[in-house]
C-alpha cells in the first residue's frame, strides 16, 4: 500500500485566524458605546416630554457624561488597535455596505450633537461651568443658541442616539462567519440594554425620589423587553442550521454558561427584576440600591459574553492544525 501525505498551506503555523482577535477593550467599548446612547436618548426624552419638575437630572445634568462615556470606549477601542497610527483611515472614505464605516461616521457625528445638548441646559445643570464658557463670547453665543432651540436639538439627538446603540449590535450581527452573532435581534437587544443601564445610573445619581421611581419603572420595562430579546435570540439560534445550534451550545452547557446564564440573565435580569418590582409595590426598599448596579454589572457581562462565544463559534471546524511533527515526516520523505 502507498502512503500518501496530503500537506496544504495549513500546515503553516499561525495561519488559521485566532479565535480571540477581541478581548475586554472592544467589550467595554461596546458597552460603553450603549451606555452613551441611553444617556442621550433620556436626557433629550426628559426635555421633550417636559419632564422638569419630575426628573431634574436627567433633563439638565444628565447629557455631560455621554461625550465622557463615548470617551472612555473610544480609548479602549483605540488600545485595541493592530495600527492606531493608521486610525484616521477610517475618515479618509465612506463605505455604504462597511458596518465599521457607519459606526466610524455615527461616532463622530455624535460628539458635536452631544456637546450642543450639553450646552441647551448648561446654565441650568453646571451653572459654575457655564459662567467659564461664557467668558467667551463666542460660547455665550452658542450656549444662547442651544437654549434657544434646546426643543429642537433634544429630538435631533434621538435617532442618532438610536442608531449608535442599535450600531453596536449591528457590528456583530452582520459578521456572517459567525453563527452565534447571526441574529436580526443582536442590534436590539444591544440597543435596550445600553438604555437599561442608563436608566439604572440615573437611579444611582438621582437625588430626587420621583426621578429614582420614574427611572426604576422605565428600567424594569426594559429588563422585560430584554429578556424577550435574549428569549427570541436563543429561539432563533436553535431553529438555525447545525453551526448555528454548536453555536448555541457554548452557552447551553458549554464554556460559557456560566457568564452567560450566571452573571449575565441572573444578576443582569432577573434578580433587579424581582427587587425593582419589590420597591415599586412598596414591599422592600432596603435592597432598592442593589438593583440598578447589577443591571450594569449585566449590562457588561451581555457584551462580554456574547463577543467571545460569538468569535469562538464558526462554520468551519478546522481538524488539520500546525503540527512540527506533520512537518518532519514530509521533510524525511521528501529530502
Not at 442621550?40 to 444628565?62: H, Q, Y
Amino acid at each position: 500500500m502507498t502512503e500518501e501525505l496530503l500537506v496544504t498551506a495549513r500546515s503553516n503555523e499561525l495561519i488559521d485566524p485566532g479565535l480571540q482577535i477581541w478581548t475586554w477593550e472592544v467589550a467595554m467599548y461596546l458597552f460603553m458605546g450603549g451606555l452613551t446612547a441611553g444617556v442621550m436618548i433620556f436626557a433629550a426624552l426628559a426635555i421633550a416630554r417636559g419632564k422638569e419638575d419630575v426628573a431634574p437630572f436627567a433633563t439638565s445634568r444628565l447629557a455631560l457624561l455621554a461625550p465622557i462615556f463615548l470617551s472612555i470606549g473610544m480609548t479602549t477601542l483605540f488600545l485595541d488597535l493592530e495600527h492606531k497610527m493608521f486610525v484616521y483611515r477610517f475618515y479618509m472614505a465612506f463605505k455604504i455596505a462597511s458596518p465599521m464605516s457607519w459606526g466610524a461616521w455615527i461616532l463622530i457625528i455624535v460628539y458635536p450633537i452631544s456637546v450642543l445638548q450639553i450646552f441647551s441646559t448648561i446654565r441650568t445643570g453646571y451653572p459654575l461651568l457655564a459662567s467659564f464658557v461664557d467668558k467667551l463670547t463666542v460660547g455665550k453665543h452658542l450656549i444662547d443658541w442651544c437654549e434657544q432651540y434646546r426643543m429642537q436639538i433634544a429630538l435631533s439627538v434621538i435617532p442618532f442616539a438610536v442608531a449608535l446603540g442599535i450600531y453596536t449590535g449591528i457590528l456583530l450581527s452582520t459578521f456572517g462567519a459567525r453563527p452565534f452573532w447571526n441574529s436580526g435581534a443582536l442590534g436590539v437587544l444591544f440597543l435596550v440594554s445600553g438604555m437599561s443601564t442608563a436608566a439604572a445610573l440615573v437611579v444611582l445619581i438621582a437625588r430626587q425620589r420621583t426621578e429614582k421611581d420614574l427611572f426604576t419603572r422605565i428600567d424594569l420595562v426594559l429588563i422585560m423587553a430584554e429578556i424577550g430579546l435574549v428569549i427570541l435570540m436563543l429561539i432563533s439560534l436553535a431553529m438555525g442550521s447545525g453551526q448555528h445550534i454548536v453555536a448555541l451550545q457554548s452557552v447551553m452547557g458549554g464554556p460559557y454558561t456560566l457568564e452567560f446564564w450566571v452573571f449575565f440573565v441572573c444578576i443582569g435580569l432577573l434578580i433587579p427584576l424581582v427587587l425593582e418590582t419589590l420597591e415599586i409595590s412598596g414591599v422592600s426598599k432596603s435592597l432598592a440600591i442593589l438593583a440598578p448596579v447589577l443591571v450594569i454589572i449585566g449590562g457588561y457581562a451581555l457584551r462580554q459574553v456574547a463577543m467571545d462565544a460569538g468569535q469562538e463559534s464558526t462554520w468551519t471546524q478546522y481538524d488539520t492544525q500546525y503540527s512540527s511533527e506533520l512537518l518532519e515526516r514530509l521533510h524525511e520523505k521528501n529530502p
